[in-house]
Each structure stands twice: as C-alpha cells, then as structure tokens.
C-alpha cells in the first residue's frame, strides 16, 4: 500500500545523546515535512524540503537537522543542543504541483530522559 | 505567513449539523484554506480545501465567504467518530520550488455527545 511511514512510534533516549527519526514515503512526492506537536498545542513546522537535496528551515529549526539524499526518505536528527526534545514528531508529504493535500504519518513519540 | 483564528472548542450532538468557523483576516489572493483533523496520539488526516468557491466531498463541505477573509466547515451529521481536534490551515502557493507548507494554528477542539 502506498503511504507515509514513520519509525519508531516511541522512542527513549537519554539526555545529551542525539537521536534519529525515520520517516519514508512510497508515494512519489517530492515535497516533506517536519513537525513537532506538544501535549494540547498545535502542530509546529521544524524543516521541510521541496525537492531532494533541498531543504528550508520552518518555525522551530534550531536544535535539529535534516537531510533529503533521497526522494523517499527525510530522516529528522535531534540534537544535543535541541533543549526541549520530548514531543510527537509528525512527519507529511504532498505533491508540489498544484493545491493538493499532505498526507501524515502517525508520528513518532519521543521521550528523553 | 497568514494566520487563522479558530475557537478552542465546540461541542455538538450526534446527528446533528457542525458549523466549524475559522477567521483569516490576512490571507493572501493566492492562499488556499485548508482543513486538517487529528484524533488523540495520530497524525492529522486531510478533510477539504478550497480556494473561493464552496467546495463539498465525502467527509464536509467548505463555505468560503466572498471576501475570502473567513471559512466555515460544516460536518452535516455529526458522528461520534468526528470527535477530533479541527485545523484550519492557509497554504501558500509554491513558487520555484519555494512555499507551499502548511502552518498550522491551535485548532478547534470538537466534542460529539450521543
């Protein structure tokens, strides 16, 4: 089935250690995304990138990084610096031609401890 | 980027008709309205966009006032499985591969009671 993937769904990390979320689409968009969702708040756009090898910071960059080498993959790393890393990730993608929707994937729940 | 405004909650009864209201006095000629839902602990699910007509599909109907400044999502029987966090959401237009994220606000939160 096509969709948008993302792994773990928790994930537990110690405090200092930078720690990698995966997030892969099969749909064939070229557009994905980052969010960052806390208890009872909005989502918060964290990067997101149009085209491979591209990518724009959003609201709440600081504290993390991205890459895009792939079409299908928009691996999201929390760093050591990211001071308040416990939160829902939420990872979208969409198509970049025209006004279509995003698709979501059902987010990953980080806890550092 | 343009903003939304939304209530913070609503609730409504089963079967009946919701009127999901949703301001953005500084949207762009160029900005669609988008409409997201998230239930608890899931990743928002896509319900409607539109850009100046009303639009209507399977799941809503979207009213998109004439000066655009304000959109209503109308659910036209509620159900119990529509409780959910309601987003109203502006998306810009890509230009060259620039543009086009969704910037999403606090959302409204339905409640649906039997």
């Known amino acids: 089935d096509g969709g948008i993937t993302q792994s773990p769904k928790y994930l537990f990390r110690k405090e200092g250690q930078n720690v990698t979320l995966s997030c892969e689409q099969n749909l064939n968009h070229d557009a994905m995304y980052w969010y960052r969702q806390d208890p009872g708040q909005g989502l918060r756009l964290i990067y997101y990138?149009?085209?491979?090898?591209?990518?724009q910071k959003g609201d709440i960059a600081e504290g993390y990084s991205v890459s895009r080498e792939k079409k299908e993959s928009f691996p999201l790393t929390v760093t050591s610096a990211q001071k308040n890393p416990t939160a829902f990730y939420l990872c979208a993608s969409s198509i970049t031609v025209g006004q279509t929707e995003a698709f979501f994937g059902q987010g990953t729940r980080l806890t550092v401890v | 980027d343009a903003k939304t405004t939304q209530p913070n909650s609503m609730e409504s009864n089963e079967e009946e008709p919701v009127h999901l209201p949703c301001n953005h006095s500084?949207?762009?000629?160029?900005?669609?309205i988008h409409w997201y839902r998230q239930l608890p602990s899931q990743g928002p699910e896509y319900v409607i966009h539109g850009l100046t007509s009303n639009v209507n599909n399977r799941m809503a109907s979207l009213a998109i006032a004439e000066d655009r400044k304000s959109s209503t999502l109308i659910l036209h029987r509620a159900t119990l499985r529509d409780a959910a966090v309601y987003y109203c959401i502006l998306r810009e237009e890509l230009i060259y591969n620039q543009g086009g994220k969704l910037i999403f606000g606090q959302g409204t939160e339905l409640s649906v009671k039997p």
């Open positions: 500084t949207i762009s000629g160029t900005d669609y």
């Open positions: 990138s149009q085209i491979v090898n591209d990518f």
